[in-house]
């Protein structure tokens, strides 16, 4: 892969796979900036179209501004869009990937007063049999199944704590989910996708502009659970760190292409004498047995 994959300061990327197109959301990358999203178009997750606005906060009457880490499904021939504005989640609908995108509920369908953790980043998983999950939130990370209509969107079903899982097996009290201690076990950006006949989960761990900014990982039979990770003495679960002077790599998607599986993520510029800048990244995980998988993070020149 040719590193960063496209040219506009981005970060938190999210990959829809449909049929032989690629279609990558992320929190900026745009002259619509923090008030809206883009979208890219590939067929090959190394060449990329010029981005394309597919949702504007104009057109969305609750939202203003921070404009983060969008996720995206198809559904009976419509893309439902799961978008952050205002540290809430809201959905669109549209009947294209390319948008344009229309606000459904009107409203946020996660408040930021709902829970008591920050209700950012949704991630949708859609199984075999077509239905969907919607996994979100920063500290802590809940997941339920969805029903989508071009009119409606609700949850179904019990919504269950997919950190929790994961804090338990460091035993780590779940009380403490805000403390810079478990940021190094759960912080934010869930991830979910189906390989073979398990479902991979994958997050990102301390914060964004942290140079450990990395992405844990753990597997199960079923989408809701129990994750669990594969820890023992040879592996530690990261599927993706920084090296050799790359930071900053975390909130990535994983996505099938040709059959093997690629993780595109964001990470720190390499000059910050700038101030805070993302590049986004792509590279193909390597599985070193049934369980322990592992990406490498490259700069063109290598």
């Given at each position: 892969?040719r590193n960063p994959?496209?040219?506009q300061?981005?970060?938190d990327?999210?990959?829809?796979?449909?049929?032989?197109?690629?279609?990558?959301?992320a929190?900026g990358?745009?002259?619509?900036?923090q008030?809206?999203?883009?979208?890219w178009?590939?067929k090959?997750?190394?060449d990329?179209?010029?981005p394309?606005t597919?949702l504007?906060?104009?057109?969305?009457?609750w939202?203003?501004?921070?404009?983060?880490?969008p996720s995206?499904v198809?559904?009976d021939?419509?893309?439902?869009f799961?978008?952050?504005a205002?540290?809430?989640i809201?959905?669109?609908?549209?009947?294209?990937p390319?948008?344009?995108?229309r606000?459904?509920?009107?409203?946020?369908?996660?408040?930021?007063?709902?829970?008591?953790?920050?209700?950012?980043?949704?991630c949708?998983?859609?199984?075999?049999?077509g239905?969907?999950?919607?996994?979100?939130?920063q500290?802590?990370?809940?997941?339920s199944?969805?029903?989508?209509t071009?009119?409606?969107?609700?949850?179904?079903?019990e919504?269950?704590?997919?950190?929790?899982?994961?804090?338990?097996?460091?035993?780590?009290?779940?009380?403490?989910?805000a403390?810079?201690?478990v940021?190094?076990?759960y912080?934010?950006?869930?991830?979910l996708?189906?390989?073979?006949?398990?479902?991979l989960?994958?997050?990102?761990?301390y914060?964004v502009?942290?140079?450990r900014?990395?992405?844990?990982?753990?597997?199960?039979?079923?989408p809701?659970?129990?994750?669990?990770?594969p820890?023992?003495?040879d592996?530690d679960?990261?599927l993706?760190?920084?090296?050799?002077?790359i930071?900053?790599?975390?909130?990535?998607?994983?996505?099938?292409?040709k059959?093997e599986?690629?993780?595109?993520?964001?990470?720190?510029?390499?000059n910050?004498?700038?101030g805070?800048?993302?590049?986004?990244c792509?590279e193909?995980i390597t599985?070193?047995?049934e369980d322990?998988?592992i990406?490498v993070?490259?700069?063109s020149?290598?």
């Open positions: 892969m994959i496209i040219p300061d981005a970060g990327p999210y990959i829809l796979k449909d049929g032989d197109d690629y279609y990558m959301t929190s990358g745009g002259a619509i900036g008030k809206g999203f883009v979208c178009h590939s090959n997750l190394q990329w179209s010029d394309v597919i504007d906060f104009k057109d969305v009457s939202a203003e501004e921070k404009a983060w880490a995206m198809e559904k021939g419509f893309y439902y799961a978008f952050c205002d540290q809430q809201g959905i669109a609908v549209s009947q294209s390319m948008g344009n995108f606000d459904i509920l009107g409203r946020p369908l996660v408040a930021k007063t709902d829970y008591n953790f920050q209700t950012i980043d949704p949708f998983l859609k199984d075999d049999d239905t969907v999950y919607l996994a979100f939130g500290g802590k990370c809940l997941m199944k969805i029903e989508l071009p009119t409606s969107a609700e949850f179904t079903g919504m269950v704590c997919l950190s929790e899982m994961i804090y338990r097996q460091f035993s780590v009290n779940v009380s403490d989910y403390s810079g201690e940021k190094s076990i912080n934010e950006a869930p991830d996708i189906k390989i073979g006949d398990r479902y989960f994958s997050w990102a761990i914060d502009l942290d140079y900014y990395a992405m844990r990982y753990a597997w199960s039979k079923h809701m659970g129990p994750y669990i990770m820890l023992d003495y592996h679960n990261i993706l760190q920084g090296r050799h002077g930071t900053g790599c975390g909130h990535a998607c994983v996505t099938e292409y059959g599986y690629y993780i595109t993520y964001g990470r720190h510029k390499k910050r004498t700038q805070f800048g993302r590049e986004m792509c193909k599985f070193l047995d322990h998988l990406a993070p490259t700069r020149e290598e």
